[in-house]
């Protein structure tokens, strides 16, 4: 059997390819890839809950619904956000609402369950629609330097652990290999895009290295606290998508936000 770090590597040597296509065909490629790989985590989400076929109802609901918001035009969403974020809401209320009073078999929880869902994954993979093609490889080879950065410096000197109660193999020279590495990952792209602004490509490379560890941070404690391993087994040496994308979903709002302020910091 492979080592897990010459899995990650064979991984990411099949996923790279079809991540360069997407880029550079965009438009709708864009789109059908999130739709993709919202499918894939939302599905490993909710076994997390659900295991086997329990509430399969509810898992195609929250995979329509999360179809439908990446599927709904920027144009759309943009301007009615809030509108069509309640509308899954009520949506997913009259379910419950029927259900109580006919036959009673589902949980208010797993109701609020699918909507949190929707927030977590499509709607976060959404972001990517607006987001140019730099902006884009920027978000990922941020993700991919923090996880990456933080995986090789703690295999190779990590010894004293930083949250052994959520992730037990996380340790403060990991988190520090994977917040170097983002930030250099940044000032690159601050280097080729605009020389004159690298203090800004500075501050966002380490708010989002901290915005990564903090979604890998979520996943581990919702695994530990539901006693699961791993989200999956579809990529070798990751474990699922959700495994793969936990700290990408906690980047993308971030740099939006950065995005949006970024006129207002100068």
């Known amino acids: 059997m492979l080592a897990s770090h010459k899995q990650r590597i064979l991984t990411a040597l099949v996923i790279l390819p079809f991540l360069a296509l997407v880029l550079w065909q965009k438009g709708i490629f864009i789109s059908l890839s999130i739709l993709l790989v919202s499918f894939l985590a939302l599905n490993e989400f909710y076994s ?3 295991p086997g076929k329990k509430n399969f ?18 144009s759309v969403l943009g301007n009615n956000f809030a509108l069509l974020t309640l509308l899954c809401f009520w949506l997913l209320a009259l379910i419950f609402l029927f259900d109580f009073g006919f036959k009673e078999s589902l949980q208010f929880q797993d109701i609020a369950l699918v909507f ?34 933080a995986y ?41 895009l605009e020389k004159q602004n690298l203090p800004f490509y500075l501050a966002l490379g380490i708010a989002l290295n901290l915005a990564a560890q903090l979604g890998d941070f979520f996943e581990s404690a919702l695994k530990r606290k539901l006693n ?7 990529l070798p040496g990751h474990g699922g998508i959700l495994d793969r994308i936990d ?7 971030l ?3 950065f995005k949006y302020l970024k006129p207002f910091l100068g």
Do not use: H, Q
């Open 57 to 74: 109802s509810l898992r195609i609901t929250g995979n329509i619904l999360g179809a439908a918001l990446i599927l709904t035009p920027l």
């Open 247 to 253: 700290s990408l979903l906690f980047i993308l709002p």
């Open 255 to 257: 740099y939006y936000l």
């Open 152 to 192: 090789y410096a703690g295999l190779l000197w990590g010894k004293k652990k930083i949250w052994p109660k959520v992730s037990p193999k996380k340790t403060w020279i990991g988190s520090m290999g994977g917040l170097i590495s983002c930030i250099l990952v940044n000032l690159s792209f601050g280097l080729f």
């Open 116 to 149: 949190l869902s929707l927030i977590y994954i499509p709607l976060a993979l959404k972001l990517f629609e607006n987001f140019s093609r730099t902006e884009i490889l920027l978000v990922l080879f941020s993700a991919f330097a923090s996880d990456t950065g």
């Open 48 to 50: 997390f809950f659900w």
């Open 228 to 234: 699961i391993k791993d989200s999956g087994t579809l």
